[in-house]
């Protein structure tokens, strides 16, 4: 009865790992204690049962077993060191053939303690002479020692590492985690968890210090829990998880709330076609808000808990969910997925790729056919043999934030930020930000604000600014040339063009923009108007702006404009006025061939005789050489 009870407990503890023989002590008091401990250990006291076991041994330093499970509750409780020592006793004790997993167990309390080499010697060991059938079991050793083997190398060259708590302002004797920012760093929300209850909360940044965080919203933050948010560049959107909702469809499910203003809507459930069943969180918009990644261990997964993404068709719905496929996500889990904002670097923790033991941090570059590249591990001491999840890196690349709980904290968990080793740091990125009016009142206007890459074609950016601020705030990595335009019902568009190589500082752009209302004498410049050098055929990433002033036609069917074409003063002066009439009349074509009423359209070439800036100059030159247009009737 008693071999039963003592392979019960064992299995208890220790599911699949099973144990071929049961000792027993020839010394009474040993065997009483370790008896009494088995009743203790059914009934799930380890502390208890530790201290029977512990005398046991002392009664009896020969009691193979009672080491051996001694060491199983060591190492359950994480007391890594107290599980090694027993498992080497065991070892140590000749007296019968020793189980092969004794060598599997040590090598796991070896490796969630940094003893990398030991641990690699140990799952070594334990492959080369187990006999079962438990292939899991295997799988978990083969990964382990690549684990070992990445690490003895990692810790020969460390990372530069000194995190820095992120003050009073922000962290309390409260659990403080999961910090997300807006592009432009003045924005910090985190969650926090005060009595059981998780909210979110929000700091400013003023004159560089964080000012004291409060609330989010009472719109957001419920009696439910909220937390494993993402905010979205402009900080507009925060997308959310929240748990045990009477909307809910699973136990944790995928919200999104829209800034409007100074406030926040209502959020909203994504939906069935999002949200299953099953678990569902951690939430990570792209940059230009059209791909939502999380990670749910629902069914068709590769792991426990994987990476997925969701994508948002024009009709502004979401797609059925994929997963990220055997590129990201392993046969373990994979969670806390954060995608820079410059759109091609993807931050997220996994305890199934090669690294120091536990959960570690890695990151990923997108490749040029759109897909994820290998997963690299952020490095030593970043990554240890503990958990190491939820980073997040600032808009600049160079800093990145986390949560922890370390020696000099607050209390529970706090906020951390660190200088990102070079090699992990994303591409550098600028914004441009500011607000939009009207040029007469200088009211705030509700514009739809789009940013469009002319290399790539990609829309980066396209949403309204709220009609009570007027504010936009729009990503642009470096290296692309990019249009803007601000659209407005009954109002001239806004047209500008920035050119930004890997070469400029990520300064952001900082606009004032006053849109004029459709008027008769109205004119403007289109900045993304491009012909070849001493050419008037129109280039394909001229495309974005024609169609912008093509739709302010079509809205409004009364408005006749002339279209103006301009050089600078460089060359023959009749060849410049026949290149500009040439240019004109292209964008004139362009339009009569989209169906706009030839008698609403007149094209002029002014050549050199109209500049708007000096002509002495390279910068001058090129502001003159330039297609706009005038509103001749309204």
Request: proline share 5%.
């Amino acid at each position: 009865m008693m071999r039963k009870i003592i392979l019960l407990v064992f299995f208890l503890l220790f599911t699949g790992q099973s144990l071929s023989y049961a000792q027993e002590s020839a010394v009474k008091k040993a065997q009483q204690n370790f008896e009494y401990a088995q009743k203790l250990l059914l009934g799930k006291d380890y502390d208890g049962a530790a201290k029977l076991l512990e005398d046991a041994v002392a009664a009896d330093p020969s009691f193979q077993f009672a080491f051996i499970q001694l060491a199983d509750i060591y190492k359950l409780k994480r007391s890594f060191d107290k599980a090694k020592f027993n498992y080497q006793k065991a070892i140590e004790i000749q007296a019968v053939p020793l189980a092969v997993r004794v060598y599997y167990s040590l090598g796991e309390a070896e490796l969630n303690s940094g003893e990398y080499a030991n641990a690699g010697k140990h799952f070594a060991l334990f492959k080369g002479t187990y006999k079962g059938k438990d292939q899991e079991m295997v799988l978990k050793a083969d990964k382990y020692i690549r684990d070992c083997n990445f690490a003895v190398v990692a810790v020969k060259a460390p990372e530069k590492y000194d995190p820095v708590n992120l003050g009073a302002a922000i962290n309390t004797k409260d659990r403080e985690y999961l910090p997300t920012l807006t592009a432009d760093g003045s924005t910090l929300i985190f969650s926090r968890t005060v009595n059981g209850n998780e909210d979110f909360y929000i700091s400013r940044k003023v004159n560089k210090e964080w000012k004291n965080a409060v609330p989010l919203s009472d719109q957001i933050n419920t009696k439910f829990n909220e937390g494993a948010q993402s905010i979205s560049p402009d900080g507009m959107y925060l997308f959310f998880t929240g748990c045990n909702r009477p909307d809910g469809f699973g136990s944790c499910d995928l919200y999104v709330s829209h800034k409007n203003g100074n406030n926040w809507d209502t959020p909203f459930n994504l939906g069935s076609t999002v949200n299953s069943s099953s678990w569902d969180s951690q939430p990570a918009i792209s940059p230009d808000g059209n791909t939502l990644y999380f990670v749910s261990n629902r069914p068709g997964g590769i792991g426990g808990y994987d990476i997925w993404k969701t994508t948002l068709n024009s009709e502004g719905e979401w797609s059925k969910p994929q997963n990220l496929g055997p590129g990201i996500n392993t046969i373990y889990d994979e969670n806390t997925p954060f995608v820079h904002p410059d759109g091609k670097t993807l931050y997220f923790s996994s305890n199934g790729w090669p690294g120091m033991g536990s959960m570690d941090i890695f990151y990923s570059r997108a490749e040029t056919d759109g897909k994820w590249g290998k997963p690299i591990n952020i490095g030593y001491p970043i990554n240890t043999f503990n958990e190491e999840s939820g980073l997040m890196v600032s808009p600049d690349g160079n800093e990145g934030y986390f949560s922890s709980v370390l020696q000099g904290g607050f209390g529970d968990m706090d906020i951390y930020k660190f200088k990102l080793p070079e090699a992990a740091k994303p591409l550098p990125i600028t914004y441009v930000k500011g607000i939009v009016r009207d040029k007469e009142t200088r009211g705030f206007l509700e514009a739809k604000v789009q940013v469009v890459n002319l290399k790539t074609k990609e829309t980066k950016f396209n949403d309204f600014t709220s009609k009570d601020n007027g504010e936009f705030l729009a990503v642009m990595p470096l290296g692309s040339t990019y249009a803007f335009n601000a659209i407005a019902d009954g109002y001239l568009f806004y047209s500008a063009n920035f050119e930004l190589n890997q070469t400029k500082t990520g300064q952001p752009y900082v606009l004032d923009i006053y849109l004029e209302k459709l008027k008769a004498g109205a004119n403007m410049i289109l900045r993304n108007i491009f012909f070849d050098t001493n050419k008037f055929d129109l280039l394909p990433p001229s495309i974005t702006e024609l169609t912008n002033l093509l739709q302010l036609l079509q809205a409004n069917i009364s408005v006749s404009i002339e279209i103006q074409g301009h050089t600078d003063n460089e060359g023959n002066a009749e060849a410049n006025q026949k290149l500009s009439l040439q240019r004109s009349k292209s964008v004139y074509d362009y339009l009569v061939m989209n169906k706009v009423n030839p008698d609403r359209l007149t094209f002029k070439g002014f050549g050199a005789t109209k500049p708007i800036a000096s002509n002495d100059t390279a910068a001058g030159r090129q502001q003159n050489r330039r297609t706009s247009f005038i509103i001749t009737r309204i």
